[in-house]
């Protein structure tokens, strides 16, 4: 019996050493370790601790733009006194700013002087000697002289002629004509305080077929030049003064 005991006391060190060689293969266990820090790229930044993770843009206040109808054929000499606006056509099927003021240049007045050129302020083509719808002026409105398209003085000197390329008593304007047309009386109408019965054809003021049967004469008459909505008049006029004015008309 007691030979038994010795020999388990013996082989107790042969257990305690596997046991410890055995602990000490299993890898360190880390109980209640820091979580590492994320590792970032350089190219992207590190949050603030603290701070949101989404931001709203700022609002920013921006002041409309102030838009007015623009008007190209704003002459630079000193502006005549407008009152009226005539309308002509040329009765041929072609015709220009060229061709016209050569036809005039060799016409008289009543008193025999040699006209200065073409009487006409404005010309709109047709697509035959000026492209279609295309509008020039002429000197006379570049330097703001009295036209020679009326037959009548008053006409003549506080009329703005406008003269479209065509035959109306044969047939309308071209689609660009009459949205050239009507564009430019609106802006003149606008410019210069001008009543839609103040647009006149020659007839009106002429013993005359110009310009046209087929002339729309009352739907050109009426043009407005309207603002653009959305803008905002310029610091120091009513933004309401020109649609008042249309309305009025």
């Given at each position: 019996?007691?030979?038994?005991?010795?020999?388990?006391v013996?082989?107790?060190?042969?257990?305690?050493i596997s046991?410890?060689?055995?602990?000490?293969?299993?890898?360190?266990?880390a109980?209640?370790?820091?979580t590492?820090?994320?590792?970032?790229?350089?190219?992207?930044?590190?949050?603030?601790?603290?701070a949101?993770?989404?931001?709203?843009?700022?609002t920013?206040?921006?002041?409309?733009?102030?838009?007015?109808p623009q008007?190209?054929?704003?002459?630079?000499?000193?502006v005549?006194?407008w009152?009226?606006?005539?309308?002509?056509?040329?009765?041929?099927?072609t015709?220009?700013v060229?061709s016209?003021h050569e036809?005039?240049?060799?016409?008289?007045?009543?008193?025999?002087?040699?006209?200065?050129g073409?009487?006409?302020?404005?010309?709109?083509?047709?697509?035959?000697?000026?492209p279609?719808g295309?509008i020039?002026?002429?000197f006379?409105?570049?330097?703001?002289m009295?036209?020679?398209?009326?037959?009548?003085?008053?006409?003549?000197?506080?009329?703005?002629g406008?003269?479209?390329?065509?035959?109306?008593?044969?047939?309308?304007?071209?689609?660009?004509?009459?949205?050239?047309?009507?564009?430019?009386?609106?802006?003149?109408?606008?410019?210069y305080?001008?009543?839609?019965?103040?647009?006149?054809?020659?007839?009106?003021?002429k013993?005359?077929?110009?310009?046209?049967?087929?002339?729309?004469?009352?739907?050109?008459?009426?043009?407005?030049?309207?603002?653009?909505?959305?803008?905002?008049?310029?610091?120091?006029?009513?933004?309401?003064?020109?649609?008042?004015?249309?309305?009025?008309?």
């Open positions: 019996m007691k030979g038994i005991i010795m020999c388990c013996a082989m107790l060190p042969a257990f305690e046991g410890c060689t055995q602990r000490n293969s299993l890898p360190p266990v109980i209640n370790s820091p590492p820090a994320p590792q970032y790229s350089p190219q992207v930044a590190k949050p603030v601790p603290g949101p993770l989404f931001t709203t843009p700022p920013i206040a921006v002041e409309p733009l102030a838009i007015e008007n190209p054929w704003k002459p630079e000499a000193e005549r006194d009152e009226y606006i005539v309308i002509h056509h040329t009765a041929s099927t015709g220009s060229e016209i036809l005039h240049s060799k016409k008289k007045d009543k008193s025999g002087n040699t006209w200065l073409i009487g006409y302020h404005f010309v709109i083509g047709n697509g035959n000697g000026m279609d295309s020039e002026s002429t006379r409105w570049r330097e703001q009295h036209g020679a398209h009326a037959g009548d003085n008053k006409y003549n000197q506080h009329g703005i406008i003269c479209l390329v065509g035959n109306f008593e044969n047939e309308p304007p071209s689609d660009a004509q009459l949205a050239a047309v009507k564009k430019l009386v609106g802006v003149l109408k606008a410019e305080n001008i009543s839609s019965d103040h647009v006149q054809g020659h007839r009106d003021v013993a005359t077929a110009c310009p046209g049967k087929y002339f729309p004469m009352s739907e050109v008459a009426s043009s407005i030049d309207l603002p653009v909505y959305g803008a905002t008049s310029p610091a120091g006029t009513n933004p309401a003064s020109k649609m008042e004015l249309a309305a009025q008309k």
